[in-house]
């Protein structure tokens, strides 16, 4: 992960900016970003207490892409997110560019601070896109059927812990 300040007009989101919750929050944050699709990073969601949180650690994590319309709009997330750019020993987050596994672009993300301690593993999490194919478990066998989730599908996430 990258913290350089090369061009990039896509964000990732995971948790309280998702669509269902950034609309509410921060309307005129929202009105400058424009939905793109579901995509999956790199890292590990945790749960803060009131809040997820995302850490660099292997597994995947399913995040919403958005594309920047206003790049001002980094400004006011930065703010609701808890990033200051001069000083990243206080921040809560940290604003980084990624490479996401799927789709394959870089994208602007929230990671929670090195800083920070830790909260616990989130255990499940709802699957919103298709994958391209799934081996399926009948009757104790693999079978290699192609099977598309569905969107809403739950996904148990198992820890290594």
Not at 124 to 135: A, D, G, P, S, V
Request: charged content about 25%; proline content about 2%; aromatic content about 8%.
């Amino acid at each position: 992960m990258t913290s350089d300040g090369a061009h990039c007009e896509v964000l990732a989101v995971y948790g309280t900016l998702r669509r269902r919750s950034v609309f509410h929050k921060l309307p005129v944050a929202a009105s400058r970003l424009q939905f793109i699709s579901y995509g999956l990073i790199r890292g590990r969601v945790l749960w803060q207490r009131t809040y997820p949180a995302l850490i660099e650690d292997r597994g995947i994590a399913q995040v919403e892409l958005f594309r920047i319309v206003d790049a001002n709009v980094l400004g006011d997330l930065d703010r609701y997110e808890g990033f200051d750019s001069t000083n990243l020993r206080a921040s809560l987050f940290v604003r980084t560019q990624v490479l996401l596994l799927n789709p394959q672009v870089r994208a602007w993300v929230y990671i929670l601070n090195l800083q920070i301690a830790r909260g616990t593993q989130q255990r499940e999490c709802r699957i919103n896109f298709t994958t391209e194919t799934q081996r399926t478990q009948r009757n104790g066998k693999l079978t290699g059927r192609s099977q598309r989730p569905q969107r809403g599908d739950l996904i148990r996430v198992r820890s290594d812990d």
